[in-house]
Each structure stands twice: as C-alpha cells, then as structure tokens.
C-alpha cells in the first residue's frame, strides 16, 4: 500500500521478435499447435516456448505488448504462450525528436514506451536495447525502470526471468 492507496503493479513491456520468438539456435523442433497461425505460416513460431506465459503472468506485472506485431501479438502469440489477450502498444508516427533518435543509437520504441509508462515503474525487454536507450530513460523518466537486453538468438531465459523477478520484488520492498 502506499499513501494515495494500493500499490499498482510495474509494467512489463514485451517485445515479440527476439524475446518470445527468438531467431537463432537449434532447429525448432515445438508443435505449433492449434492455436494461432499454423506452423507453416511462420516456421520461427515453432521457436516459441510455449510455457514463457505462464512464467511472465507469475512474475507480478501488468503485461503489454510493445511490438510491431501489434494487435496480432494477441491472436498469434498470446494464445501460444497461454496469455490472455494483453494492452498493445500502438506506435505513433514518428516526431522530429523521434526521427532524430535512431541516428544517435536510441531505439525508436523509447519515446512512446517511457510516454506510455506516465511515471510508472516498468521494465521492458527487447532485443534491441542500446546504452543511449538506458540513458534517455534515466534522464525522462521519473520512475523506476528496468531495461533488459535479450539475446534475440536464444530469446528470454531463466536469468533474464530471474532478473525481472527480482526487480519487481525490490519494487515492492520500498513501497
């Protein structure tokens, strides 16, 4: 509880392409299934373990995608990995300011992600987090935040899970 009442759970801002479906590694050998598009529409959703949900739901945050999969991160994915439908991210069109951030190493997704958060503790993980992209975080936005590289070969693990757990129970120990 905190003094304007209960405590409001962290964001965890959620990238598609490299954490949950990640490019690299050995063959994918996971039935597609019968959710969401069939295997053959997309061979790289047979990379997708499909027990990630379960493990994110578990972690305390309040999910939304920041993805270009869009809306369609809700019926192709999120059925996969035994999510709920989750709030989605829709991408402006770039600003000035935003069209000046990839050149100078920002990611593009910055901007709206930490406008989106208002404030609010998040994490987000993607795979294409740079230093300039923590930078800008540290400096524009007032609360905490969490930004998690992952490695888009093998997707998220049990360390970067383990991180985002462990982040998300400090949170809690100083409210």
């Given at each position: 509880?905190?003094?304007?009442?209960?405590?409001?759970?962290?964001?965890?801002?959620?990238?598609v392409?490299?954490?949950?479906?990640p490019?690299?590694?050995?063959?994918?050998?996971?039935s597609?299934?019968?959710?969401?598009?069939?295997?053959?529409?997309?061979?790289?959703l047979?990379?997708?373990?499909?027990?990630?949900?379960?493990?994110?739901?578990?972690?305390?945050?309040?999910?939304?995608?920041?993805?270009?999969?869009?809306?369609?991160?809700?019926?192709?994915?999120?059925?996969?990995?035994?999510?709920?439908?989750?709030?989605?991210i829709?991408?402006?069109?770039?600003?000035?300011a935003?069209?000046?951030d990839?050149?100078?190493g920002?990611?593009?997704?910055?901007r709206?992600?930490?406008?989106?958060?208002?404030?609010r503790?998040?994490?987000?993980?993607?795979?294409?987090?740079?230093?300039?992209?923590?930078?800008?975080?540290?400096?524009?936005?007032?609360?905490?935040?969490?930004?998690?590289?992952?490695?888009?070969?093998?997707?998220?693990?049990?360390?970067?899970?383990?991180?985002?757990?462990?982040?998300?129970?400090?949170?809690?120990?100083?409210?």
């Amino acid at each position: 509880m905190t003094a304007e009442g209960p405590s409001v759970r962290p964001l965890l801002f959620l990238d598609v392409d490299g954490p949950l479906l990640p490019f690299g590694g050995p063959t994918p050998s996971r039935s597609g299934g019968s959710q969401g598009l069939p295997i053959e529409a997309s061979p790289l959703l047979a990379r997708i373990d499909p027990g990630v949900g379960r493990r994110l739901a578990a972690l305390g945050y309040e999910l939304v995608w920041a993805t270009t999969w869009g809306e369609e991160a809700n019926e192709c994915i999120a059925p996969r990995i035994g999510l709920p439908p989750l709030e989605v991210i829709h991408w402006p069109e770039p600003s000035a300011a935003e069209e000046r951030d990839v050149p100078a190493g920002r990611h593009w997704k910055t901007r709206p992600i930490v406008a989106w958060a208002a404030g609010r503790a998040f994490a987000w993980v993607d795979d294409e987090i740079t230093r300039a992209d923590h930078a800008w975080v540290a400096a524009h936005h007032a609360g905490p935040a969490l930004l998690r590289q992952v490695d888009p070969r093998v997707g998220l693990t049990a360390d970067d899970l383990d991180v985002l757990a462990s982040w998300a129970e400090a949170l809690g120990d100083t409210t």
